[in-house]
């Protein structure tokens, strides 16, 4: 296992080389003047003169590179124009309330996915494989900001059951003692139940539109691979030798069929990731997408770029973490690396 | 004739329900094994050997459909069986092993959890005593370091390895009957041949009946009691194996004995059986599926089949016969 | 011949592919002449007639300028599969271009295209597109190219895939001994032999590439007001669920997740049609 972990770690290695530069170049190719975007619209010549240089911008493309390479070494992204922050410590602070959201979201998606799949190919050709097909068929289809519109209407304004869609919590309750983080957890391990379920409350809804967007190719890779295994030739070994339905389908079927679903787990997370932006922005959620959203209309590139590279960074650490799990579900993987 | 089925199958009928039509894949087929007997199943790819077993197993593909037939077994029905009831028998009392060992075995499980799974379903052993049990169902099939070998994963082990670990599950419960579905595929001469023996001498000791499938004549008239031909979904000629290669009675079964490389048969004798299998969907199949490519093929032919005892435990479904 | 009497045994075995077919002409209707047939002007503003529920005037009701929703939904149909389609054709021709070669030359080339196509693929892709558009310039062309990029590896890896097998096939060696140079073995006898494959790629992307395009102008990136597109009419209906005014923002989310969900049946239909081995 510790050597796959390390093969893996040394594949990440490539990954995290060509998102620095991407990010690198992404700077470097701003329209027009760099030193003028990063100044501000209203900046004076002057003023861009002086960001040019303080940015470095008159320097040559590898200094400028290693200059930035020195930066992110240090963990300095920059400072944010609007706010005058360091980047880093408004991403980090921003960072809990985005990941409760997405692991929410995935929890969902992956519990509501897996079981669905699965019944689809144990019962193949039954209603509930026909609902599998229209959900997941549909699930892609939704676009996830549209959904969550949908949901606010229908479950804030309609109904009002759900609170107001703007932020992680009521303006009458206060945040948790901050562990790690998450409010759910927080609130938990303080014991503030009124607390979790405020926070509860105001995760519902974007969380669901975000399960409901990245359910799809779940459900739909579950179904399909339980489906090849249900059929292959052990599975018949394990009914011939007249083990439990419950056995020949679960530790059987299912822990098999569950390798490719683990590998469709990093496009899941790159859907999740994506839709975490425009989520966030429906409903007026303080991670980080809605940040890098707000830096974007008023032109603040440094919280931008240290968005899309704090994003690629967790993406290829989250790739790292499938690759291990299905080393640790699949031996032919722990034991031939 | 004091002799006790351990299995007969009666009547029985197979259709596939496919795109392109219905396929009767299986034809009123009946035959039965004495307890401690070994029947060979012959014939070519398709000719309904291995639907046989499935059906007798429980254990057909969805699209497959009993549509008549018994398989009487310890006294019960086991077509009629519940699958509840079914499942109970299954790996108890009577077992499969099949083709390609190392794609019938779980592969992402330990071979000694697999027979353990076995045990433990059936009251061969409890949970905790399970490995202990699964290591000594290695020894019994002869594979050296057991104690290592039950922590293997089939990936790591060789197609013969895979095979007898197909045999250890099996056989782990004793049952009464195995089906052996063309075991020896795939692997190496000399290891089908040790496979085989241990199949045969597995089954002696414990006096269990065997049914051996397979498209090798010479493979069953070595290892087999009785040989049981089948062809397109019907058995044309059942008879002793010594009977059967000496004096073979259906057309077909000729044919396939002078298609086996043997002793007797010199490889330029060797012939090829012209024609190839009736499509099975046709709607006017003929009451003899081998009446298209038979050379001996008389008007009387196109009349029911008959089923023609001929000599002791030695019948022929042919009106023309040798 | 033979494949039409496959596609029609694939439309009746999956009736759903026909309403696809069906969906996917009347997106095309409104994109060639929807300018034409909308009832009003999609950027006439009308003070008066602001905020207005559907009715029999205005079938989608007004938005906050009083302008006719339905109109605009209609109009907007050219612009946002103009961009998706723009999208697909760009990174078809990157992406087949470039793992065609990999797969056919193998060797640096084929590493130097797996690099890039890797290098894309550790991106979260909207993020990755949220990038470039910033980095380009908030421009419809800046959707266009990002789109393309974040689906350029997908192409690429088919593309390589499938040149790789009939790298050795008998008609590219016959090919080449009949006198043909590299490239024209390349793009007269390769590459049209996976136009197929790259077709079914192409129409499962496009549902995508509609998503991706909407959800960047959702976000301000790109289309700007007043111009009327799915994606950023939503972002402005936005503003005025909380008061109730849904049908600003439901009508053009409608319009998107139709011609979405029409694009992603195309795609799965054509898959059956053309490559049924892949089908699940």
């Known amino acids: 296992m510790l050597k796959l972990l390390l093969s893996r770690l040394a594949t990440a290695v490539p990954s995290i080389v060509g998102v620095v530069v991407v990010t690198f170049m992404l700077t470097r190719l701003l329209p027009g003047d760099p030193a003028a975007y990063f100044a501000g619209l209203a900046a004076s010549p002057q003023a861009i003169a002086e960001i040019r240089t303080k940015l470095g911008l008159d320097k040559s493309l590898p200094e400028q590179f290693v200059a930035y390479l020195v930066d992110l070494a240090q963990g300095n992204l920059g400072n944010s124009l609007s706010t005058g922050q360091p980047v880093v410590t408004e991403i980090a602070t921003r960072l809990p309330a985005s990941a409760e959201l997405t692991l929410l979201a995935l929890i969902l998606a992956v519990g509501i996915a897996i079981p669905l799949g699965v019944l689809a190919a144990v019962k193949q050709g039954t209603w509930i494989d026909h609902l599998c097909r229209i959900a997941t068929t549909a699930g892609v289809s939704l676009p996830v900001f549209f959904t969550g519109l949908l949901f606010a209407y229908v479950f804030y304004y309609l109904l009002q059951w759900a609170p107001a869609p ?33 926070a509860l409350r105001q995760l519902a809804l974007p969380a669901i539109s975000m399960a409901i967007f990245s359910l799809a190719p779940l459900a739909r890779m579950t179904r399909g691979s339980m489906l090849s295994v249900l059929g292959s030739d052990f599975i018949r070994t394990a009914r011939a030798s007249g083990l439990a339905p419950g056995t020949v389908v679960f530790t059987y079927a299912f822990r098999n069929a569950v390798l490719p679903v683990i590998t469709v787990l990093g496009m899941v997370f790159s859907f999740l990731l994506g839709a975490n932006v425009l989520v966030e922005t429906v409903f007026a959620w303080p991670g980080i997408g809605l940040y890098a959203v707000n830096a974007l209309i008023t032109s603040d590139y440094a919280p931008v770029q240290g968005f899309v590279l704090t994003m690629a960074v967790l993406y290829i650490a989250l790739n790292l973490a499938i690759d291990l799990l299905y080393g640790l579900v699949d031996p032919r993987v722990r034991l031939d690396s | ?105 779980n592969p992402i499980r330990k071979v000694g959890q697999q027979i353990a799974d076995v045990l433990v379903r059936h009251g061969g052993a409890t949970r905790p005593d399970a ?26 082990l060789s197609g013969g390895m895979c095979q007898r670990i197909m045999i250890a599950i099996a056989l782990a419960c004793r049952p009464a009957l195995l089906i052996a579905d063309e075991p020896t595929t795939g692997l190496d001469v000399t290891t089908q041949a040790v496979i085989m023996d241990l199949i045969g001498e597995l089954a002696h000791e414990s006096g269990m009946a065997t049914i051996f499938i397979t498209h090798d004549l010479a493979l069953a ?8 031909v089948m062809h397109a979904g019907h058995i044309v000629e059942a008879a002793p194996a010594r009977e059967l290669f000496a004096h073979p009675r259906h057309p077909y079964s000729a044919k396939l004995l002078a298609a086996t490389p043997g002793e007797t048969v010199s490889l330029a004798e060797l012939a090829s059986i012209p024609g190839g299998l009736p499509d099975l969907r046709r709607p006017d199949l003929p009451a003899c599926r081998y009446s298209d490519r038979c050379e001996r093929r008389l008007d009387d032919c196109a009349r029911p089949l008959p089923h023609r005892v001929i000599g002791e435990r030695h019948t022929v479904s042919c009106w023309n016969p040798l | 011949m033979n494949l039409l009497r496959h596609a029609r045994y694939v439309l009746s075995e999956n009736p759903v592919t026909g309403l696809a077919f069906g969906l996917f002409a009347m997106f095309l209707i409104a994109a060639i002449f929807g300018p034409l047939i909308a009832p009003y002007s999609p950027l006439q503003s009308n003070a008066a007639m602001a905020l207005k529920a559907p009715s029999a005037a205005h079938w989608f009701g007004t938005d906050q300028l009083g302008r006719d929703i339905f109109s605009r939904v209609l109009v907007a149909t050219r612009l946002d599969l103009s961009i998706a389609f723009a999208s697909v054709i760009l990174a078809f021709m990157l992406g087949a271009l470039s793992g065609v ?75 080449r001994l009949s006198g043909n140079g590299e490239a024209r073995v390349l793009l007269g006898h390769v590459l049209p032999n996976i136009m197929p494959i790259m077709m079914v790629q192409m129409s499962l992307t496009m549902g995508y590439a509609i ?70």
């Open chain 1, 166 to 198: 703007s932020g992680r919590l009521d303006v009458f309750l206060s945040p948790p003692t901050p562990i790690t983080g998450f409010y759910l957890i927080d609130s938990a391990l303080t014991g503030n139940m009124e607390v979790f379920w405020g």
């Open chain 2, 221 to 228: 008239a070595e290892y087999c009691d009785r040989i049981v």
């Open chain 3, 211 to 280: 998503l991706n395009a909407a959800g960047l102008s959702f976000i301000g990136l790109g289309v700007r007001p007043p111009a009327p597109e799915w994606g950023i009419m939503v972002a402005e209906g936005a503003n005025f669920i909380q008061s109730g005014e849904w049908w600003i923002a439901l009508f053009p989310g409608a319009a998107l997740m139709l011609a979405v969900f029409c694009f992603n049946l195309l795609g799965d239909g054509l898959r059956d049609i053309i490559d049924p081995r892949q089908r699940t």
């Open chain 2, 131 to 156: 490995p202990r049990a699964a290591v000594e169902m290695l020894k019994r099939v002869r594979i050296p370091d057991p104690e290592r070998r039950v922590e293997a994963y089939p990936f790591e």
């Open chain 2, 1 to 105: 004739m004091t002799a006790v089925p351990a299995l007969a199958v009666e009547d029985l009928s197979v259709e596939f329900r496919t795109r392109s039509g219905t396929v009767k894949v299986l034809d009123h087929v009946g035959f039965s094994v004495d307890k401690g007997e070994t029947v060979a199943l012959v014939g070519e790819s398709g000719s309904g050997k291995s639907v046989t077993a499935f059906a007798v197993m429980g254990i057909l593909d969805p699209a497959g459909r009993v549509t008549s037939g018994r398989a009487l077994f310890g006294g019960a029905d086991l077509l009629a069986l519940s699958e509840h009831d079914l499942a109970e028998q299954r790996g108890r009392e009577l077992s499969m092993i099949f083709q390609n060992p190392r794609t019938a075995l």
């Open chain 3, 101 to 175: 070669a990999a797969g056919y030359f193998g060797g640096w080339t084929d590493r130097v295209v797996g690099r890039l196509a890797d290098t894309i693929m550790a991106f979260p892709l909207f993020v990755l597109a949220m990038g470039i558009v910033a980095a380009l310039g908030n421009e419809v062309i800046n959707i266009v190219i990002a789109t393309a990029i974040i689906n350029f590896p997908l192409y690429a890896r088919v593309a390589r895939a499938e040149a790789n097998v009939r790298r050795e096939a008998g008609f590219v060696e016959a090919a």
